[in-house]
């Protein structure tokens, strides 16, 4: 079965401190992985996904196909970055993302 | 320039009403889609089209009626509104023929309360 699991539905940590949002997957192919941001009351929005293999804001994410997982980090958080986020995997639909269920992020300062 | 646009932002009404959402792109795209935001913050998908066409229609009470008149709307209508019917909606397009329709572009929600 496609799932996406976010096993933090909460994380906290110091501004300045590294930050690691973990997803892991399962899918019987090869799927495409994204991370989507949702700032507070505004829509949700593309992070980054993993075949542009490009930082955005300073998060990074690599696609470990052996481990399943697509793990979102930045070396050094800001207080900006709280936030919700979501990891989503496509595969063989073309309409339909897999969604984790969200890991609420808070930069304490 | 906004590209998704839900309208109303805020809805706050009785149970047992009816209620219509509705939804448009300007980004040309094919697909839409509508999601359920719970207290919870989990995403949930309950609709899809496809140039009109429905394609998902998850496990959704008959209650919730999605119609589109043209693939720029995609609008969801309510009838007897229930207590657990509140939570944020979001509307989405992506452009089909991507993986997973590509990027998905969300509008702003529309934050029901049902009294």
């Known amino acids: 079965a496609q799932r996406v699991t976010q096993p933090e539905k909460l994380l906290s940590v110091f501004k300045g401190a590294p930050v690691e949002l973990k997803c892991n997957y399962s899918?019987?192919?090869?799927?495409?992985l994204f991370w989507y941001v949702q700032y507070s009351r505004q829509r949700l929005q593309l992070l980054l996904r993993?075949?542009?293999?490009?930082s955005i804001k300073g998060f990074t994410a690599d696609l470990n196909k052996g481990e399943t997982s697509f793990h979102l980090k930045k070396p050094f958080a800001q207080e900006e970055d709280s936030a919700m986020y979501y990891c989503?995997?496509?595969?063989?639909?073309?309409?339909?993302?897999?969604w984790g269920a969200g890991t609420k992020l808070i930069i304490k300062p | 320039d906004t590209a998704v646009s839900q309208t109303p932002k805020y809805l706050v009404t009785q149970m047992g009403n009816d209620k219509s959402i509705k939804c448009e792109q300007n980004?040309?795209?094919?697909?839409m889609y509508w999601y359920k935001q719970d207290s919870k913050k989990f995403l949930k998908i309950m609709f899809s089209?496809?140039?009109?066409?429905?394609?998902i229609n998850e496990t959704v009470p008959n209650r919730f009626s999605p119609k589109s008149p043209d693939k720029a709307h995609l609008n969801l209508h309510i009838n007897s509104l229930e207590l657990g019917d509140s939570a944020v909606y979001f509307c989405?397009?992506?452009?089909?023929?991507?993986?997973?329709?590509?990027?998905?572009?969300f509008g702003p929600g529309t934050r029901l309360t049902v009294l």
């Open positions: 899918y019987s192919g090869s799927p495409e």
């Open positions: 989405a397009s992506s452009q089909a023929g991507t993986s997973g329709g590509g990027e998905q572009f």
């Open positions: 980004l040309g795209h094919d697909t």
């Open positions: 993993h075949i542009s293999r490009e």
């Open positions: 989503a995997l496509s595969g063989h639909s073309n309409y339909q993302l897999i």
């Open positions: 089209y496809n140039n009109k066409e429905l394609i």
